[in-house]
């Protein structure tokens, strides 16, 4: 039960992180927000199914914090922090074939699934970081 609610703490904090992120990216590129806005990409924002994109991070989070706990003392690093580090490049890594298959089979931008990416690197890092501390 306390990894779920720690899981589920270390989702909302990545999903504010992702949406932090998001901004920056916005900011730094304009055009990202009239492609999130194209209709034959994304659904709009008042379709009901556009909510599970905040369920999606919380589910993440829970399922990081059982893998996390499973593999905290088989992962290389010689403090906590440096294990939780780790394990958070570890699951980013695991994300870039989603990348490369998100680039290659729908009409978005490069610099799309880039901030994608970055938004995850950072999410992960900090998960990982967070469960080394929450889940000892």
Known sequence: MKKTFIGLIVGAIMLLTGMIVSQVF???????????????????????????????????????AWIWDFTKEILKGN?????????GFIYW??????????????PTSLIMVISWSVSLFVQSLLAGVLFARLIK
Do not use: C
């Not at 403090?79 to 394990?87: D, P, Q, R, V």
């Open 93 to 106: 890594i695991t994300t870039i074939p989603g990348m490369i298959m998100s680039y290659s089979s729908f």
């Open 26 to 64: 916005h900011a730094i590129f304009p055009s990202l927000k009239a492609e999130y806005e194209n209709p034959d990409l994304f659904r709009p924002w008042s379709d009901p199914l556009m909510s599970l994109m905040f369920v999606q991070p919380l589910l993440v989070g829970v399922i990081l």
């Open 79 to 87: 403090a906590l922090m440096e294990k939780g580090l780790f394990f």
